[in-house]
């Protein structure tokens, strides 16, 4: 799993549906008015996470984090305002993130921060996860190409398995951790919510990282005792009691059985059935 980046689009909102209080007796209700309740300021974020790689020695190579990019552009306001003069650079949220503005969140921030971050010890046959979402069409034309093989990289798209967004990491608890950060904060613009999301990221520990990892590899051990099913609860494996103790795995040891009853599994599920051909031909060599 070294060689992996799991990337996938989150909305972020600049204001949650609810917030919890802790108030003194005396102490007033916050308040905070909004111009409308349907219509709220939200981007679409896509963060891209790796699991941190150490060296031979445990020197931390890399901690897996590379960034985390809007959906936005930059537009010049035509009208003056009390918050904006005329002809200022105003940043508006892509409401519609089509196969365009994904090709272009590529190539423009996904690929170079893989180029510019990328240990050079590491192998450079990378793999990109994500899901197989309408508009994750990947590029064929040869900018794009060029691209993933620039600087002696071989960068692969990889789509994770159907119906299975347990299996991206950044579902598993990146998402979770960040929101719960920016939502501490009270930003009242679109580029104040872009610049919490952005430090909400990289207050990130490498820990927590390090410990969804390990998740990931718990749940893919429960996908193949559901035989690819995921009607199952995630394994809690109290890894902050385990790493005091000095016994926190680098990675999960999976059952050599559990790999055998899975692959009998897939070669029986997917082998067609030929007894309708085999009645037909007989019926047809008795009647000759």
């Not at 990019?69 to 519609?96: C, H, R, Y």
């Not at 789509?159 to 998402?175: E, I, R």
């Not at 067609?272 to 000759?288: I, S």
Request: proline share 6%; hydrophobic share 40%.
């Amino acid at each position: 799993m070294q060689e992996v980046i799991h990337i996938d689009e989150k909305w972020f909102y600049l204001n949650p549906e609810t917030r919890k209080f802790y108030l003194l007796p005396k102490e007033e209700d916050p308040y905070r008015c909004q111009q409308s309740k349907r219509f709220k300021i939200k981007a679409i974020f896509m963060a891209m996470i790796g699991k941190p790689i150490y060296a031979r020695d445990g020197t931390l190579l890399h901690d897996g984090k590379y960034s985390i990019f809007p959906f936005v552009i930059k537009q010049m306001v035509k009208k003056k305002s009390k918050n904006k003069e005329a002809d200022t650079l105003e940043t508006k949220a892509v409401q519609n993130v089509n196969k365009d503005e994904i090709r272009k969140m590529l190539m423009e921030h996904i690929i170079p921060a893989i180029h510019q971050q990328w240990p050079e010890t590491v192998l450079k046959n990378v793999k990109i996860q994500w899901d197989n979402a309408r508009p994750h069409q990947i590029p064929k034309d040869e900018e794009f190409l060029t691209a993933c093989h620039g600087n002696g990289f071989n960068i692969q798209m990889v789509y994770q398995p159907a119906q299975s967004p347990d299996l991206n990491v950044l579902d598993l608890g990146l998402f979770k951790v960040i929101q719960s950060l920016q939502y501490q904060s009270f930003p009242t613009t679109l580029d104040d919510l872009i610049k919490e999301v952005t430090n909400a990221y990289n207050a990130f520990e490498v820990k927590a990282n390090k410990y969804i990892w390990l998740t990931l590899q718990s749940v893919m051990i429960k996908v193949l005792e559901k035989q690819g099913g995921n009607n199952f609860s995630p394994l809690h494996m109290k890894k902050k009691r385990l790493e005091k103790l000095g016994v926190l795995p680098k990675h999960l040891h999976v059952p050599r059985q559990l790999i055998h009853d899975a692959v009998n599994y897939l070669d029986t599920m997917f082998i067609p059935t030929t007894n309708g051909a085999e009645e037909d031909l007989h019926m047809e060599v008795d009647a000759d």
